[in-house]
């Protein structure tokens, strides 16, 4: 048997021998300017379209066996984007904690936000954390949507609080840098999943993705459903993991 590297995250360790199911995926929903545009409509149009595959794609990972499943939704650099367009994403961000929170509690899911909640107004901050805190003892799914987020924020983010709270150099290894991240209480994506056909990982989970399985598919967002779901899944029991070391018959 090989031995784990004491370094190895545990959900590492866990997934070489579950690569059945993914424990964790976390999904890159790109396309939908591109999906909107084809149909002469507006970008923001697509953003409203994606809402229904966000719904479709919990709904089936919730029955699939998986127990995260993390959104980007929105990046540190998306505020670039036309005034119009990020009014638009914010409202849906508004939009789907106060239509979905609700059901989402009923169906046990945890609710958890990755990324940055200073720039966002006071209400929409206050109705996420309202949502966190109430769902925040649910055992079933946990769904991160990863909002004003990029890995490299987060990791300078991290660092300014270890210097913080004076911790000396020498005690920093990879175990307590991953406690002062945002994901402490989640796994490491096994699965990442890019829509619109881009082979880029855009400044998402940089460090929880360091042994991700990545599946880049030319559907859409939009376009996204249980069977295109299906074939990500299919694609990443074919996958062998090997964490930097060989399998056994190499
Ligand atoms: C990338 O497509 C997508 C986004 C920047 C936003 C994704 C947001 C949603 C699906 C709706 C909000 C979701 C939640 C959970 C509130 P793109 O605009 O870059 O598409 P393109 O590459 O075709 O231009």
């Known amino acids: 048997m090989t031995r784990p590297s ?9 997934s070489r021998t579950q690569t059945a199911v993914p424990t964790h ?3 890159i929903m790109d396309g939908n300017g591109r999906w909107a545009q ?8 697509g953003h409203r379209a994606g809402i229904s595959s966000v719904r479709a794609v919990i709904d089936h990972l919730a ?65 996420i954390q309202r949502a966190i ?30 210097v913080a709270a004076g911790i000396p150099a ?5 175990s307590l840098f991953g406690h002062y991240l945002q994901t402490p209480t989640i796994p490491d994506p096994d699965l990442v999943i890019r829509t619109g056909g881009e082979f880029r990982i855009s400044n998402f989970l940089l460090w929880q993705s360091a042994y991700s399985e990545f599946y880049s598919t030319p559907v859409h967002w939009p376009d996204f ?23 056994p018959e190499e």
């Open 133 to 162: 805190e109430l769902t925040k003892d649910n055992t079933g799914l946990t769904l991160s949507v990863a909002f004003d987020y990029g890995g490299r924020d987060e990791i300078v983010e991290a660092t300014r609080r270890i």
């Open 225 to 247: 459903d249980e069977q295109e779901m299906e074939r990500a899944l299919e694609a990443f029991r074919l996958r062998k993991r090997r964490f930097g070391s060989l399998s």
């Open 6 to 14: 004491p370094t190895q995250p545990a959900t590492a360790r866990q």
């Open 38 to 45: 084809s149909r002469h409509q507006p970008r923001t149009t």
């Open 63 to 127: 029955k699939s066996g998986v127990h995260y499943v993390t959104l980007f939704a929105f990046s540190t650099e998306n505020w670039s984007r036309p005034l119009e367009e990020v009014s638009v994403l914010l409202e849906l961000l508004g939009e789907a904690v106060r239509d979905e929170t609700a059901e989402l509690h009923q169906n046990d899911v945890r609710i958890l936000h990755l990324g940055r909640l200073d720039r966002l107004s006071p209400k929409l901050r206050q109705e």
């Open 25 to 27: 995926i976390a999904i």
């Open 170 to 174: 020498e005690e920093i290894d990879e």
